[in-house]
């Protein structure tokens, strides 16, 4: 877990905000509360249920941001052991993630004991189980056990891409600068081709191609406000993604070139590490991606909850939006305490252990 002192504030503002849309998206998509409190301000959860999931644009070019700078903060990719790099990102990923889907399991068959709605997960088989330990559910098309699970097996799969064109990079023989220059072209032109073809086309939304062209925006944006590199070259970039959106324009594509404007100028100013000073944005920013895993298994309980014993009060109903909605930020509070910043010791209980003899029973194998 990093330390206060090396996080990022801008960074973190942005996490907050793009977290709690999401929370808010979907309590306003996910009924049966949101279903009778709608007539207090319908154009409100319109928005809501409709627009405001486009903030998980912000996370994607955050993550694309972080990546390059964890990756290849020159460009070039500075290790020699990527299989390494790819297992150590899953095993950071898994271990939340999973807590967070058993949670959901929970809480959908605690939804179910009190009402029938076509919003709570049916109880799980294993095949469901096994596909999303593998991150492979929505390309399975296996039903997802819990609502914003796919972002975490994109992500995955974003990495792994990213990676996989640096290494290529790295691989090609050039020396240095060349190195440099080959990884950022490759991953641009992969980000072009995902923007002008995958990222139109509805049916690759289940594949990293899709999701690439933003996520490479992210990783773009930290290149290419180096202190050394050309001040035009940020401005070269949004020209290019504006030519994209007059051929197909998209408001996803627009947000997430936004996002990695904010992102390159307030690195590139210097202010991305303090500003903007406020603890609790900072608090809602580090806890964001806790929140995120852990507020749907809220959701399906209070609604549950509000929809047996009030069936029929918007104002009832709209109160209890605006509980799920704090105690959501509760949970994911205690969640990152108790999992998310405790994954490593999770990790040594639980995967550590599997790894160890999936290592011995390979061995055993290849002596015979």
């Not at 992102?263 to 202010?271: D, K, M, T, W």
């Not at 806890?287 to 029929?312: C, G, M, Q, R």
């Not at 959501?328 to 999992?339: D, K, N």
């Not at 010791?345 to 995967?351: D, E, R, S």
Request: proline fraction near 4%; include cysteine.
């Amino acid at each position: 877990m990093r330390t206060a002192a090396t996080r990022l504030a801008f960074i973190d503002a942005l996490k907050a905000i793009a977290s709690q849309l999401i929370v808010l998206h979907h309590l306003a998509f996910y009924g049966p509360m949101s279903d009778v409190a709608r007539e207090l301000a319908p154009a409100l959860f319109s928005w809501l249920s409709q627009d405001a999931r486009i903030a998980v644009q912000v996370f994607l070019v955050i993550g694309g941001f972080l990546a390059a700078k964890a990756l290849a903060p020159a460009g070039k990719l500075i290790s020699t052991a990527p299989l390494t790099l790819l297992k150590n990102r899953y095993l950071k990923l898994i271990i939340p993630y999973l807590a967070a889907v058993l949670l959901s399991i929970l809480c959908a068959a605690i939804a179910r004991s009190l009402i029938e709605h076509d919003s709570i997960p049916n109880p799980p088989t294993p095949w469901q189980v096994l596909a999303h330990i593998a991150l492979l559910q929505n390309i399975l098309d296996v039903d997802s056990l819990s609502a914003g699970v796919w972002y975490i097996a994109i992500d995955f799969q974003l990495f792994t891409l990213l990676l996989g064109t640096l290494w290529l990079a790295r691989s090609s023989g050039k020396e240095g600068i060349a190195t440099q220059r080959l990884g950022t072209l490759l991953v641009s032109g992969l980000a072009l081709v995902s923007l002008l073809y995958f990222n139109r086309d509805s049916h690759w939304d289940n594949w990293a191609l899709y999701f690439f062209g933003a996520y490479a925006l992210g990783a773009l944006s930290y290149w290419l406000t180096e202190t050394e590199k050309n001040p035009y070259c940020l401005p070269f970039m949004t020209v290019i993604v504006v030519a994209v959106l007059l051929i197909d324009f998209r408001s996803r594509i627009a947000v997430a070139l936004l996002t990695a404007l904010a992102l390159g100028i307030s690195r590139r100013s210097g202010f991305m590490g303090s500003w903007p000073k406020g603890k609790v944005l900072a608090y809602l920013g580090k806890i964001s991606y806790s929140v995120f895993l852990a507020h749907f298994p809220v959701v399906l309980v209070v609604n549950a909850i509000f929809s047996k014993i009030t069936p029929e009060s918007a104002v009832a109903n709209a109160f209890g939006i605006v509980l799920a909605w704090a105690v959501s930020i509760a949970v994911g509070a205690a969640f990152f305490h108790w999992i998310e910043s405790r994954a490593s010791y999770w990790q040594g209980l639980t995967i550590d252990p599997v790894l160890r003899v999936l290592e011995r029973f390979v061995l055993v194998f290849r002596t015979r």
